[in-house]
């Protein structure tokens, strides 16, 4: 039995001390995920373990978005968005936030040659009007600085052009194996270039992390290039691997101790 017990307690130290390790170590449950619709738009929440309904300051918020045939369970099932968060607050690494996942994709396509339906403009369009309903909902900061959006795959090619389209709304930007130019010319996308330049006055972080491997990977270096060639400052982590959830947790591990400081 006190064996069992030294094991137990092994495991646990070393999810709080490796900060956030999602395979191996026990989670820590503690926050708890909550279903609702916002705006039509089906989303789950995470509420931290203390959360409160009437704070004494509202919590800073991070919008996290699905890849293609996903939706808005993707994050807390193959994501494992409760044990990261938990042990990395329990690790003291993260504020306390609220996450707000919601189904990002107004028209959701069947087959690769339905792909364009997920980059229409139209998530990027109903975006305000669903980050208004979140804050009438919950206790959450509309301040830019207490803001941040991120997204694997089509949920990156949604985070890059709702942050850009809604320049100067969100400090903390994260691009996880992100699909970036649009498929079809678009009066949401078509300004992209001076968008992202007014944007990156206002960012604080913009993340950027593919794996060598990606079919996206490419796409994501030609927009390095232009980041580049334009002075635009981001953080960039290259794993290995390619389109998989475990380069999305480990993104997931890496972004979330840099936003809200
Ligand atoms: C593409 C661009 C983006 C594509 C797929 C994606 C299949 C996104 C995939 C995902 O969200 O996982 O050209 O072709």
């Known amino acids: 039995m006190k064996h069992i017990l030294y094991i137990a307690a092994a495991?646990?130290?070393?999810?709080i001390f490796t900060g956030c390790s999602p395979k191996g170590a026990e989670p820590l449950h503690a926050g708890t995920v909550v279903r609702d619709t916002l705006n039509g738009?089906?989303?789950c929440v995470y509420l931290p373990e203390n959360y409160r309904k009437v704070p004494s300051t509202k919590y800073p918020v991070?919008?996290?978005?699905?890849?293609?045939?996903?939706?808005?369970?993707?994050?807390?099932?193959?994501?494992?968005?409760?044990e990261i968060m938990?042990?990395?607050?329990?690790?003291?690494e993260v504020k306390e936030m609220v996450v707000i996942m919601p189904d990002n994709?107004?028209?959701?396509?069947?087959?690769?040659?339905?792909?364009?339906?997920?980059?229409?403009?139209e998530w990027e369009r109903l975006f305000p009007q669903f980050m208004a309903e979140a804050e009438a909902e919950y206790p959450i900061s509309n301040e830019p600085s207490e803001r941040a959006i991120a997204g694997l795959s089509m949920g990156g090619f949604h985070t890059m052009h709702v942050?850009?389209?809604?320049?100067?709304?969100?400090a903390y930007v994260g691009l996880f194996s992100?699909?970036?130019?649009?498929?079809?010319?678009?009066?949401?996308y078509n300004h992209w270039e001076e968008e992202v330049k007014e944007q990156m006055k206002t960012t604080k972080l913009y993340w950027i992390g593919i794996g060598k491997d990606d079919f996206l990977y490419s796409f994501n270096e030609e927009y390095r290039r232009w980041l580049d060639a334009n002075h635009l400052e981001y953080t960039y982590y290259e794993s290995a691997g390619g389109h998989t959830w475990d380069n999305w947790q480990d993104y997931l591990c890496r972004f979330l101790p840099k936003i809200f400081k």
């Open 178 to 188: 992100a699909a970036i130019l649009p498929l079809d010319p678009n009066p949401i």
């Open 163 to 170: 942050s850009h389209h809604l320049h100067g709304q969100f």
């Open 41 to 43: 738009t089906p989303c």
């Open 62 to 82: 991070l919008y996290l978005q699905h890849g293609m045939y996903g939706n808005e369970d993707d994050w807390t099932k193959q994501g494992r968005l409760v």
């Open 105 to 121: 994709c107004p028209a959701r396509p069947t087959s690769d040659e339905e792909k364009a339906n997920a980059m229409t403009g």
């Open 86 to 92: 938990d042990s990395l607050l329990q690790a003291g």
């Open 11 to 15: 495991f646990l130290t070393a999810a």
